[in-house]
Structure formats: structure tokens, C-alpha cells
């Protein structure tokens, strides 16, 4: 993930345009969907559809053009996209409360069957998400089991992770709940490759977008800050989101039924929080913050 510092962030801006007024507004309209309370304009359109790439530069010029990200084949969910493509303003971004590892396993139990990421029909199914609160702030207090730069997206326009940072990616950050897994992370920091399968298995995936990094965090988000606080408790905060795109048993361990899919399974849920809008860390030497604990620090400003 490369460092988005002033200076890139500016060197970037200058080679594409403004945003689109139409995509900035579609991606500024937080997602709340109907069953949930919102104001008029606010809801995410419904109507919105995949979309055929031609050459994008960067992710500034992704999400300038294509609220719902592009592919080349324009086969992907464009509504869970434009779902995932928020911009949501950190200072409006309040919590609905805070969830726990069985909160999400609740929600991927009481997910509708009929959600298929073969089908790409998220969008049929919004209400019932919405009931289950999709498209809403939600937060969670956890531990940091690891951090990933992705790879190529429909989302992101398929842009390829080109430098050390990902600046054209989201980050794909775990979080677990289990705080001595999370000691011997911090005490053993060589044991985190060989434990990867067992850390991904146990954590929820919570997903820093490239456009909202670069609109909201100043350079704060990065991944060489993030690989600094693996094992540390983290507070995060971020639109509850279902990634139907997962919701299969050979991938959610939620709902992994055989031998074989929970050896194959790599998240413990489907629901992730995407966009994330607050990352906190805990900045004491116990690693033990409440809620409203005041040794909440950004992520630019942990002590070592």
C-alpha cells in the first residue's frame, strides 16, 4: 500500500478530471436502503448496472467515471459495488452500536437463501439486508490479526496493485476476537505467516477503500502503519455491508457445512464493514479500551 502523502495525492489529482458530478453524488449518498430510516435523496438507486471498462489510469479516474466500478466483461453485482463505493463522511458517521463475532454469524444465519453471487441479485434482496442492517454504521472492538493489500476488482475498475502501498486497492484487514491469539501475534511477530489460515478462518473482513483513503485519511491509512499494529486492539467503524460475492460455504465459515468447505473457508462471515470509516488503535499498555476508552489513537499517532 504506497503511502498517500499530500504530495502524491496532488500529483494524482492532476492527471484525471473532477469527479462527475453524478458520481460524486451517487457515491456521497451514504447507502441507506429502504427500510431504514432516510432522508429524501438519499437512498441508493436501484437501477444501476455494470459497466464495460475502456482505459482507466488510477482510482481517481475509476471512481470520477464509474460509481459502480467496470470489468471488461461488465459481469459483476453493480449494486453491491455502488453498496461497497460509499463515500461516507467520517464526522456524520455515528454507530447504530457495537457488534460482536456472534453478531455476524447471527446475520449470515438470517441471510436470505436465495442470495447468490452467481446470480449478482443483491439488489433483490435489499430489504431484507437493510433489516438486518446493511447499509448502516456499525462498530467493533477487536484485534488486529492481519492486513492485505488486494488484488484487481471489479470495484476498483480492475486496477492491479502497481506499488509497495496499494494505492489503487482496498486493503483487506482482519479482525479477530481472541486476545492471547492476538498477544502471541504482538510477541511473535514471525508466526503470523504460518498462522495465516487459522487468522482468516476466526476474523471478520472490515475493507479501506482506495477513493475514501484518499478523500478522508490524509495519508493516516497505510499499509507499512497497519503492519505496525498487528495483535494491537483496534476500534473500527464502517457500513455494515453483506459481500454476497462470498456467500458460499467453500468461503464463509459461517455457513461451511462439510469437511471439505471448512478446510476450504477463509472468513469467519460474509458481512464485512466496507466502507471503513474510523480505525483506531489502543494505545495502552494493557491493550484492554473500553468503548470510550481516551487511549484511542489514529493510526498515524501509536506509540511503539
Not at 490524509?218 to 462470498?246: A, I, P
Request: with cysteine; proline share 6%.
Amino acid at each position: 500500500m504506497p503511502e498517500n502523502d499530500g504530495g502524491s495525492n496532488h500529483s494524482v489529482a492532476r492527471r484525471v478530471a473532477p469527479f462527475a458530478p453524478l458520481a460524486l453524488g451517487l457515491l456521497l449518498s451514504r447507502a441507506i436502503i429502504p427500510g431504514q430510516p432516510s432522508a429524501p435523496g438519499t437512498e441508493a438507486p436501484t437501477d444501476v448496472a455494470a459497466a464495460h471498462c475502456d482505459e482507466v489510469t488510477d482510482f481517481l479516474d475509476c471512481h470520477s467515471r464509474y460509481p459502480t466500478g467496470c470489468s471488461q466483461a461488465a459481469q459483476y453485482d453493480a449494486y453491491l459495488n455502488l453498496l461497497k463505493n460509499q463515500l461516507i463522511p467520517p464526522a456524520g458517521a455515528e454507530p447504530v452500536r457495537f457488534l460482536t463475532l456472534n453478531d455476524f454469524e447471527g446475520f449470515d444465519h438470517q441471510t436470505p437463501a436465495g442470495l447468490n453471487p452467481r446470480m449478482k441479485n443483491h439488489v433483490e434482496f435489499k430489504d431484507d439486508l437493510a433489516r438486518l442492517g446493511e447499509g448502516n454504521i456499525f462498530a467493533v472492538i477487536g484485534y488486529l490479526y492481519y492486513a492485505q493489500r488486494t488484488g484487481a476488482e471489479s470495484s476498483n475498475c480492475q486496477l492491479a496493485r502497481d506499488d509497495d502501498e496499494g494505492t489503487n486497492v482496498d486493503y483487506h484487514v482482519g479482525i479477530g476476537f481472541d486476545a492471547d491469539v492476538a498477544a502471541n501475534l504482538r510477541t511473535n511477530p514471525q508466526s503470523r505467516r504460518s498462522q495465516q489460515k487459522a487468522l482468516s478462518q476466526s476474523s471478520i473482513v472490515v475493507e479501506m477503500t482506495p477513493h475514501f483513503r484518499y478523500h478522508f485519511e490524509n495519508g493516516k491509512w497505510t499499509n507499512e502503519n497497519l503492519q505496525k499494529v498487528v495483535g494491537r486492539q483496534v476500534k473500527v467503524v464502517g457500513q455494515l455491508l453483506n459481500d454476497s460475492e462470498h456467500n458460499l460455504p467453500g468461503q464463509n465459515c459461517a455457513i461451511a457445512a462439510s469437511s471439505q468447505e471448512k478446510l476450504s473457508c477463509w472468513r469467519a462471515s460474509a458481512w464485512e464493514l466496507h466502507p471503513v470509516t474510523q480505525f483506531l488503535v489502543c494505545n495502552n499498555a494493557s491493550q484492554s479500551c473500553g468503548p470510550n476508552s481516551t487511549d484511542w489513537a489514529e493510526l498515524d499517532q501509536v506509540k511503539p
